[in-house]
């Protein structure tokens, strides 16, 4: 049963009736338990557990340092390339928005990665706009040897590919596979990718998986939040991931949870993520899934960070730009979304080593 099979049926449930009837009694009950279930993860979204906020806040922490210790993992996005021959009405590098596109050379990624590299980050998440055309698989494979030259991990987050396609990137020095499948409601996943090869909506959902199969040492997903209801969306990417770390328990899998940030074009948000719902979200995929990897982006502002790190993230991007050969070069462009989170490298390393971390 791929995940796509176990999602229609998680699809049938009625949430709202069901948070209706979580009780205080029942949000303690979960947060006590070793082990939750299923049910317990949702208890742990619904409106009754905002109130026990601090006590999945205790218990979150103890559980990352029970799992992770005080490490903190470091990475930075490069992006190769914003050309792309979708049309996604909530991304700035989508093929109707009309600005200068940009691919890098190999010089010039390699330029890039010297630039990264030389702020001490060793991990790297190399990103593309979804075009066949200008970013084939070998374009991307020669990108990946080149950079894993210079950085100990190398991640790719670029359109979905076949299983045999991971497996040549895999074997080209790819450590990691980042795929969000947006939103998770597949009605209104047609509404927001309106045009391009990202409208295939299983394509998309089974990527993941494809990645495990293909020998990706580590794969993370997440829900774009603010695209549907947000206890709904975080529910079945907690669900995807339970599902890839039982059927592939040698894979280390992480969750994002990125909320929309202003971009080129008018699309609004469906649903408001405000910032208790956020540490909610974080909260019970960390209680759900203690074993779980939990990645935080420099979407998020500075200071929020700083306050979500003790509960449970064990992932950070720092230094980020989101331009097509923005540290190296330093041109006008067009970035994919707004950061919040504007601190160095340097800024960020220091942060974390004040306060007992260790990044890595």
């Not at 996005?77 to 596109?101: I, K, T, W």
Request: glycine share 6%; hydrophobic share 35%; aromatic share 10%.
């Amino acid at each position: 049963m791929t995940y796509y099979e176990e999602y229609t049926k998680l699809h049938q449930l009625s949430f709202d009736d069901f948070w209706k009837s979580v009780a205080p009694g029942d949000v303690a009950a979960a947060i006590d338990k070793d082990r939750l279930s299923r049910q317990d993860f949702l208890i742990l979204l619904s409106p009754a557990a905002r109130e026990f906020m601090d006590d999945m806040m205790r218990k979150a922490h103890r559980l990352t340092v029970q799992h992770f210790g005080n490490s903190m993992q470091l990475f930075t996005p490069l992006y190769l390339s914003d050309y792309c021959v979708n049309h996604c009405a909530y991304c700035s590098f989508s093929f109707v928005n009309q600005f200068p596109r940009k691919k890098l050379s190999l010089a010039q990624i390699e330029e890039e990665g010297e630039t990264i590299a030389r702020n001490g980050i060793r991990q790297i998440l190399i990103l593309t706009g979804e075009s066949r055309i200008q970013t084939p698989i070998d374009y991307i494979e020669s990108a990946v040897k080149s950079l894993k030259k210079i950085f100990s991990r190398v991640a790719i987050e670029i359109n979905p590919l076949d299983t045999d396609d991971y497996r040549r990137l895999v074997k080209a020095g790819v450590d990691g596979l980042c795929v969000y499948q947006e939103v998770y409601n597949e009605e209104l996943y047609k509404q927001v990718h309106i045009k391009g090869p990202k409208r295939d909506y299983l394509y998309r959902i089974n990527a993941p998986e494809r990645g495990c199969q293909a020998g990706m040492r580590s794969v993370n997903i997440g829900a774009l939040l603010g695209l549907d209801d947000w206890r709904k969306e975080a529910y079945f990417a907690g669900m995807h991931a339970f599902y890839l770390m039982n059927r592939y328990p040698s894979v280390e899998v992480s969750l994002s949870i990125p909320r929309l940030r202003p971009h080129i074009g008018d699309f609004q948000p469906r649903s408001h993520v405000t910032d208790p719902d956020l540490m909610q979200i974080l909260l019970a995929y960390r209680l759900f899934l203690p074993e779980a990897g939990l990645t935080l982006s420099t979407r998020e502002r500075a200071e929020f960070r700083n306050r979500l790190i003790r509960l449970g993230v064990t992932k950070m991007s720092a230094g980020v730009s989101t331009k097509v050969g923005g540290y190296s070069q330093k041109q006008d462009g067009i970035s994919q979304f707004e950061i919040s989170d504007e601190r160095s490298v340097g800024e960020i390393y220091d942060y974390l080593c004040r306060n007992g971390y260790q990044p890595q």
